[in-house]
């Protein structure tokens, strides 16, 4: 993704791994792959985060990279792009303890409540929905998606 962002200057790139993929060999973020995070071209950092729904599991091993994703960022002083499904409380705590605040960034792909939204709000996130919004039963997350302050300053209890 990075050579074809590199030859379009229109395009720009992330660095990360997915949570599906922490297990791969050679996906652990490390401070050889700040080099990488470093390129003009890259302008986040991740997908990085927690899936527990397709594992079916408390803990798939993305945790630690997570905690490690955080701290590379907040070095390379990149944005995050958050991936959190079926995992919102341990998402937040991780992003609490690890600071990811320091570093900001995006919740991709938002699929989950008000509170785990104001939640990412509050340590200086943007949120960002698919398409699942406009889905008929997504009832609630259309109403989490009305609540999102358009403005990164406006009241976030409306």
């Excluded at 499904?85 to 995006?106: K, L, P, Q, Y």
Aim: with cysteine; net charge neutral.
């Amino acid at each position: 993704m990075l050579a074809i962002a590199q030859g379009h200057a229109n395009l720009y790139a992330t660095v990360g791994v997915h949570p599906d993929y922490t297990d791969t060999p050679g996906a652990a973020p490390s401070p050889t792959s700040l080099p990488l995070a470093q390129r003009t071209k890259v302008v986040a950092i991740g997908e990085t985060g927690l899936d527990y729904y397709r594992l079916k599991a408390t803990s798939n091993g993305s945790a630690s990279a997570s905690a490690r994703i955080s701290a590379r960022a907040r070095e390379a002083g990149k944005p995050l792009v958050i991936h959190t499904r079926a995992a919102a409380a341990d998402t937040i705590a991780i992003m609490r303890e690890e600071r990811a605040g320091e570093a900001g960034g995006v919740m991709h792909c938002f699929t989950e409540t008000w509170e785990v939204a104001q939640a990412a709000l509050d340590l200086g996130f943007h949120i960002s929905f698919s398409g699942i919004v406009t889905f008929k039963n997504a009832v609630e997350l259309q109403d989490v998606a009305r609540r999102v302050p358009l403005d990164a300053h406006a009241d976030r209890d409306r």
